[in-house]
C-alpha cells in the first residue's frame, strides 16, 4: 500500500510538473505530430500512452494496473503511466534507460534532463507532446512515472480549468 501511495503522489508531481507546454508549431490546434520520426503520423493521447507501453514493457517494466491520476475530462490532453514495483526489472535503472532509448527509437526527442526535489526527470518531445519521465532518486529506483501531454492551447486550458477546480 505505501508503494501505491508514493507511486501516486509522484504521477501527480510529474503531471504537474509536465504540464501543457504550448509549444505545439502553428498547426498546434490539430492533433496531427508533426515531429521528427513521426511522419505524419496522428498522435492522440492513446498513440502516446502505446508507445511508452511498447518501450518500457521491452525494457522490462510492467504497468501498475491501479494507478491512473489523470482526470477523465483530462484523458485526450494527458497520459500517465507507472511502473508498478520497478524493483522487480533485474536493473531498473538500466530499465529506465533503454525505456528512454525506445522512445527516442520510436521518433521522440530527449531534451534536458532534470533533478527536481526527489525525483530525476527528463522530457522527450514528439510533435505537440510532451512526455516527462521521473524516478526517484533514493536508494535503488523506488517509482518511475512516465506523464504525457498534449501542448495545444485547449489542453492548457483544460489543465489550468482542472487545476483552479481541485483548489477549490
Not at 520520426?37 to 498513440?47: M, N, P
Not at 534536458?112 to 527528463?122: C, F, I
Not at 517509482?143 to 492548457?156: D, Q, W
Not at 483544460?158 to 483552479?164: N, P
Request: hydrophobic share 40%; proline share 3%.
Amino acid at each position: 500500500m505505501r508503494r501505491g501511495k508514493w507511486a501516486a503522489a509522484a504521477a501527480g508531481v510529474v503531471l504537474l510538473v509536465a504540464g501543457c507546454g504550448g509549444e505545439g508549431g502553428a498547426d498546434s490546434g490539430s492533433a496531427s505530430s508533426g515531429g521528427s520520426g513521426s511522419k505524419g503520423v496522428k498522435l492522440d493521447a492513446a498513440t502516446v500512452s502505446k508507445e511508452i507501453d511498447t518501450a518500457a514493457t521491452a525494457a522490462g517494466f510492467t504497468k501498475d494496473p491501479e494507478i491512473d491520476t489523470v482526470a477523465p475530462e483530462l484523458k485526450e490532453c494527458m497520459v500517465n503511466w507507472a511502473v508498478d514495483d520497478p524493483g522487480k526489472a533485474a536493473d531498473p535503472e538500466k530499465a529506465l534507460a533503454d525505456t528512454i532509448a525506445g522512445l527516442v527509437e520510436a521518433g521522440w526527442t530527449e531534451g534536458k534532463g532534470a533533478r527536481q526535489g526527489y525525483a530525476d526527470v527528463k522530457t522527450l518531445t514528439k510533435g505537440e507532446w510532451t512526455i516527462k519521465s521521473a524516478s526517484d532518486l533514493g536508494k535503488g529506483i523506488k517509482a518511475v512515472v512516465f506523464a504525457g501531454t498534449h501542448g495545444t492551447p485547449e489542453c492548457a486550458a483544460l489543465v489550468i480549468a482542472d487545476m483552479e477546480k481541485k483548489k477549490s
